[in-house]
Structure formats: structure tokens, C-alpha cells
């Protein structure tokens, strides 16, 4: 049997940042695994033979409002200074997503659109967030007709194919994350810091590892070692049901199919990600060389296609929220807390939609909590 101190179970942004400071601030070894063949989990990206630097998991944006968070990743990089913008394809064009008072002048006559500025500006103010289902609620009759067409454009359809189901059957944080924006701002997110890492995020993840304390060992599920090795503690960022065997059921997730494309042209669309709300049984379209500027001749795409998931048969991408969900995450995470050395993070290991900053700021605050102990 093995003996093990720390041993943390995946080697994305969570379990990296957790190894980190095990072995920086309390000088303790450290073995990180992955059942992958390589470090970063989903944030995992690499140059290929075009020169774009491409996110094997789909397009992945750094944004965040936590000073600490963007402080402690940039210990491991120097940023591009990239600011997102999406649009979506609706009707024939490409209209601003999040939909906002861009996007109303793109698709309705200036009487219309001007009408319901104005009223948008009146009930709600400038620069202000509504989710749609919020939009949907207000008793104005213009307002209505605006919350309907948004809803039928931009949400009904994406969420269908994207979840399997309507917006209102998930809870209203899911599409509470792309809200009508009442403002001229087209950018996705308006966090003060954002960015994508100069040499991509693979390389942070590196650094972050580079450590003589930390051991990485990569092709190595747990569930294949876990009868060899004993640990003093154990720090989990795969799904908490599969830890527990799923003897209360299997949490469900929702899984994505990445269908990578190079065209023999220098761009294929014109910013990094299209989405299609409407047409096709893709959602989106990122290409990748707007996130470092590569200059190259080809390009490189993914289109981005929902799937239910299915043990074995492909990968858990998102937490599908809702309560019922919630609901047996909380009875898994009181047989966690029943357990005295064996601690969960991380999107599949907390059950929660995290991007990464908020993953980050999960491991550095577990850290605070386990320093002491
Ligand atoms: P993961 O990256 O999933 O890492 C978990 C690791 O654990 C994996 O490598 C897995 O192989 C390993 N593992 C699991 N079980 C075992 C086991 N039994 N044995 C060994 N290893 C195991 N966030 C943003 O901030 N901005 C974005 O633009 C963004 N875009 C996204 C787009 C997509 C399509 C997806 C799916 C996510 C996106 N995210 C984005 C979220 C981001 O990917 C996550 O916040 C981040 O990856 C969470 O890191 P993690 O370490 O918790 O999990
Ligand atoms: N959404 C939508 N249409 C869009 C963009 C988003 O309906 O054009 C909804 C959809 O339900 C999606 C959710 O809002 O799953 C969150 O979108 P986000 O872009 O944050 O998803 P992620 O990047 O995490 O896949």
C-alpha cells in the first residue's frame, strides 16, 4: 500500500490551484492524478499544426470580478488583453448577445426600436441586467412583445438543444447568465478583469505544477488506484456521485460533441464564437485564433454540439441545475461531510455550473480552511 500525504484527485484550474498551495505555503508533497493524458481538465489547450492555439474543450474566456483570483493567476502569466464578444444569428444577421439596445436597433424599425428603448430605460434604467424570464413578467404590453421575441430568438431554442429542455424548466441562474442588457456595451462580460493567457492556459497549469513537492501522474483513474494507495488527505475534483458509487443515483450532467474543422482560409466567421439560437443542431461556432491574434493562414473551428450524457460513452461538461438536482447533490454531500480526510471542489466534485474563477476561488478558499488542520 502506497502512502500518500495529499493526494488530489484531477488536474484542472481546481485541483492545480490546490496542489499549489499545499506544496508553496505549507511545504507538504503533493501527488496530483488525472485519468486524462494530460494536465488543465477542460481549460486544456495546445498550438496546432496550423499555429492556432486551440481549446480542446471548447472556447474558454478568463473573466472575473475577484481581485485575488485574477492576482493569483496572474502569477503564472502575462495576459492578452481580449475582450469577448458574441452574436448571435438570428433572422440572417448577427445581432450582439447579450441582446441588448445594439441588438434591438439591428432588428426592429427605429419607431419600434426607439419606443422600446425608451420604455426599457424608464422601468429598469441604463445599464442594467434583466434576465429574461424577469423580462418576460412585466405587465407592458411593448415590453411583452419584446420579451417574447427575445425569448423565441435568442433562449427558447439554444436552451432546448443545449439542455434538452426550456428555459423555465432549469433554475434561473442558467440563462440569468446571458441577460438583456439595457446598454450600447457588446461585450459578453463586463468583469474588470478579463483576458486570455499570453501562451495559452495549458502553460499556467504548468506553472502552477512546477514544483518540487508536486508529483503529476497523468493516464491514472482513481477508481484504479484507490484500493492501493491510502492518503492523509484526499482532495476530489471528479463527479461526487461516481466517489460514492452512485448509491444514491446518478446526478445527471449534460455532455457536448466537439466537431473540430480547419479551413484552408485565413477566418471563417467574424469574431470567436457565433451562436445559433435557430438553425442547425449546433449551438455555436468558436474559432479559436481571436483569442491570441494568431496570424495564420488557416483557421481553425468547433462546432458545438449538445448531447445528453452517458456513462462511458462520453464526458460530464455542465451541472445540469435545477432543484430535484440539487436536491440529491445535497444528500451525496452530507455523506461528504460524514467523511473526515476526503474533501470535494470543482465543478463535478461541488455539483455546481463554475467558470473558472469561481473554481479558483473554491480551492483557495478550501485551502484557507484545511491550512490550520
Ligand atoms: P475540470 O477542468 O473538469 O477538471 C477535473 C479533472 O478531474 C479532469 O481533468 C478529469 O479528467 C479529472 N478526473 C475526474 N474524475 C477522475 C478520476 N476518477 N480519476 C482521475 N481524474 C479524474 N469557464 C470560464 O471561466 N470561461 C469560459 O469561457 C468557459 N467556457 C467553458 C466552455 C465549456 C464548453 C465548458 C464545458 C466549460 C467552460 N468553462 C468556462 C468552465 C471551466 O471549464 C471550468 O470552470 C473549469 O474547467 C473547472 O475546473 P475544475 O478543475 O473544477 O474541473
Ligand atoms: N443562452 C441562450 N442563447 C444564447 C446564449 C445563452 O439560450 O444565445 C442560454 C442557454 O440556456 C445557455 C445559458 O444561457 O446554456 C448560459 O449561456 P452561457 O453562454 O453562459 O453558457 P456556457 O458558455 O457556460 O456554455
Known sequence: MENIKNLIVGC???GATLAYKIATE???PVTIIDAKNHIGGN?????DETGVCVHQYGTHIFHTNLKDVWDF????????????EVRGYIDGQEVPI???LNSIH?????SIADKLEEKLISRFGFNVKVPILELRKVGDEDLTFLADYIYEKVFLHYTLKQWGMKPEELDPAVTGRVPVYISRDNRYFQDTYQGIPLNGYTPVIEKMLAHPLITVRLNTDFNQIK??????RLFYTGPIDEFFNYELGELPYRSLKFDFVTFNKPYFQSGSVINYPNN?????IGEYKYFLDDKTDKTVVSFEYPQAFELGKNERYYPIVKDENQTLYNRYLEEANSLSNVYFLGRLGDYKYYDMDKAIARALALFEEIKGR
Not at 73 to 84: A, C, D, E, L
Open 98 to 100: 447579450p441582446f441588448n
Open 280 to 284: 442547425y443542431t449546433f449551438t455555436r
Open 227 to 232: 484500493e492501493t494507495v491510502s492518503y492523509e
Open 12 to 14: 484542472g484550474f481546481s
Open 26 to 28: 505549507l511545504n507538504e
Open 73 to 84: 493567476v496572474s502569477q503564472f502569466t502575462k495576459w492578452n488583453p481580449y475582450m469577448h
Open 43 to 47: 481549460c486544456y489547450d495546445y498550438t
Open 106 to 110: 439591428q432588428v426592429f424599425p427605429k
